[in-house]
Every structure is written in C-alpha cells, then in structure tokens.
C-alpha cells in the first residue's frame, strides 16, 4: 500500500524564519497533497501537487515534488505564529476512489 | 471557504451502546468519507460514500459500523455496539470529485468509549 511519511516528527522555528518539512513515499503516485491541522481542527488542504508538476505555490508556501526520489517537501517562508500546526502530507491511492493515505505528520512550532 | 459540519463536537458513553455521529457535507460535494484518528497517530481511512453507496471500505470499518445519508441530510457513521477501541477522533470529509480533488473536513467529534 502507498505510504506518505514525513522525515522529522517535530520542528521548532522563530517567527520569521523559514523551514522545510519533508515527505516520502512509496509507490507511484497521481498528486500529492499537503494538509495543515491545527490543535482542536480538522485537517486543511494547503497544496496539491500532480505527478506532472514540479513545484507549486501558494502565498509563503512552496511545494516540491521529485517523483524519481519519490519525495516531496513544503517550505513555508516568513513563518508566523499562527503557522504552528502538523503537517501532513497525504496521497489519493491509485484506482481513483478518493481515499487518502496520510503520513504521521510534522509538529511545526512557531515561537515568538 | 466551504465548511464542513460535525455534531456533536464530543461523545462519552458507555461500551455496547450505540452511538450516531453527524456530518453535515459542503451543500454541492457528491464524495463523503470518514476518518479516524488515534490520539498521536495516523489519520485512517474507513469509508467513503457516493450516490447513496459505500465505495470503498478500510478493515478499520468493521461490521458495527454503517454509513448512510437519508434524503440528502446529514452524513451519519453509527456504530452498534461501540468497543473501548472505537475511542477516537472521528472526522468528516467532502469532496465535489475524485481525482486528487481537495476535500474539506470537518472538526471532528471526538468520541470516548468507557
């Protein structure tokens, strides 16, 4: 079965500072999604990333994607407080049904 | 943006009894799904629904569980009886398509089992 996993379980930042966090997986893919959760909330969809596609962006977040490593990273640039949550990256299984694989997820702490 | 509804936001009750968790999907959303999550670990696919049908069911989803959406109201798991494993936090999602398409969750409800 695909697996999405991330590299590091928890990071810790200053606001301002930029920082990475990764992900691999297993077995070929379609797209690639990036979810945020916060403490008490369901999970949010930051960026989808298609197996065509090398790089995506949105607002400070910038998604990579290397299929030939199998690996993906979420950069997040200018970090804020508010950004604190877990990262998860996620992939819809092969056979089209909706359902997502999830990685274990980053804790990202973003201290003041 | 679209959001996604859960009632109720927490549920304790007693193992073997029955429990109704709700849904209320993005109004134009045809895909609907349930995951569960452990305290700690990974977010788990159980199910996912389309057009008044299971499509795809995880060995997470045992036969206590069901799903339906009667008459296009709320999205409903229930699980009769409930086990002290069944603890967890249950979210719901939407999504307009298949492919990748992003879904919405719900906050979750967060179920204790005793």
């Known amino acids: 079965s695909q697996l999405a996993e991330e590299n590091s379980w928890a990071l810790s930042v200053h606001e301002g500072e930029s920082v990475t966090v990764n992900c691999s997986y297993k077995?070929?893919?379609?797209?690639l999604q990036w979810y945020r959760q916060k403490s008490g909330k369901g999970p949010a969809q930051l960026i989808l990333i298609r197996s065509n596609e090398r790089e995506k962006r949105n607002g400070r977040l910038r998604a990579t994607l290397d299929t030939s490593s199998q690996s993906s990273s979420l950069s997040i640039t200018a970090t804020r407080c508010e950004d604190t949550a877990v990262y998860f990256c996620a992939t819809p299984i092969t056979g089209n049904t909706g359902k997502l694989i999830f990685g274990l997820g980053t804790t990202l702490q973003v201290q003041p | 943006g679209p959001k996604v509804l859960q009632i109720p936001s927490h549920q304790i009750i007693d193992m073997g009894q029955m429990v109704t968790l709700n849904c209320d999907p993005v109004s134009n959303h045809l895909y609907f799904y349930w995951y569960k999550q452990i305290l700690g670990q990974q977010m788990e696919f159980l199910v996912n629904f389309y057009n008044g049908k299971v499509m795809e069911k995880s060995k997470l989803f045992k036969d206590q569980f069901s799903v339906e959406r009667p008459d296009g109201s709320y999205f409903t798991l229930k699980i009769q009886p409930t086990a002290l494993e069944d603890s967890a936090v249950y979210f719901c999602?939407?999504?307009f398509g298949l492919g990748g398409q992003e879904q919405y969750f719900g906050p979750g409800t967060r179920l204790t089992v005793l």
């Open positions: 077995t070929s893919i379609t797209a």
């Open positions: 999602a939407s999504s």
